[in-house]
DNA sequence: ATAAACTATGAAGTGAACTCTAGGGCAAGC
DNA sequence: GCTTGCCCTAGAGTTCACTTCATAGTTTAT
């Protein structure tokens, strides 16, 4: 399979490709190269892109995600460890989206105030009040 | 208010202040400056910087923001446009959650592949099998 | 008086993950 | 045999939000 093909197939521009491939994420099991020296993949490529996007999607940088393909490719890791990564990456994910409830809270006492200025004008004033009052805003 | 202080009172860097100002955050309403050069910063300044947080804080980016202020000095916008700016935010957010979930989501399954498998591989290899067959992975 | 601690400037550097460019080599159709 | 359209490389550019640097002037403490 050649590049733009590859690309086709995954979404992604040969660009990236050869930039993951320069970032040894790609090895000789995926690429090879032909007689004119085109890179040819072979199916275990495509395999290999689909694990690097579960892992981007599961908020790996490519740098983590690179440890984490060599180690899976060497075998290196006890269940019980790759069950704590897992954990921990779980934490991870859940602080970020406790960040994002909390943004969400003000965009909702923003929209609220927003509304009521439409309607009561009067109350509005006040819900701004006891907001600055209350907390630290 | 001298830089150092405000940004001790705001948890910033003085760079982080300047750079700010360099960006067109900051104007004349919030800082000035004395015979020797240095920047005098008013009360305005820390309302503004805790503005800025804010809205940082809400996922917007300094250019984003720069436009959001802009119009914020100069009235710019109606109670409307502000509503439909803050409805589209939201959504920009809650977007952004959904994706975490899913994130979770996988690494749930990971986990609970990986525990099964200490306990009973027989199964965990059915699971596999099921998901391999299930989803598009 | 001198050193330490603060202030100023413009410019360059950082890191992540691409993205694009220049300058060239192959391949397939007419 | 010429054009079109792939492919190659090395390296520079992009975006974001800072951060660091080099250099120099000012204020404060001893």
Known sequence: MKIQELADKMGLTIHTIRFYEKEGLLDDRHVRRE??????????????????????SIGCSLAELKGVLQDHDANTHTNQQIIDWIRSKKKEIESKKEEYDQILDTLNKMLEYRTLLMDDPQKAQEMLKAWHAGSSD
Chains 1, 2 share one sequence.
């Open 35 to 56: 007689r004119n020296n085109y890179r040819n993949y072979s199916d275990k490529a495509v395999e290999r892109l689909k694990l690097i996007k579960k892992f981007q």
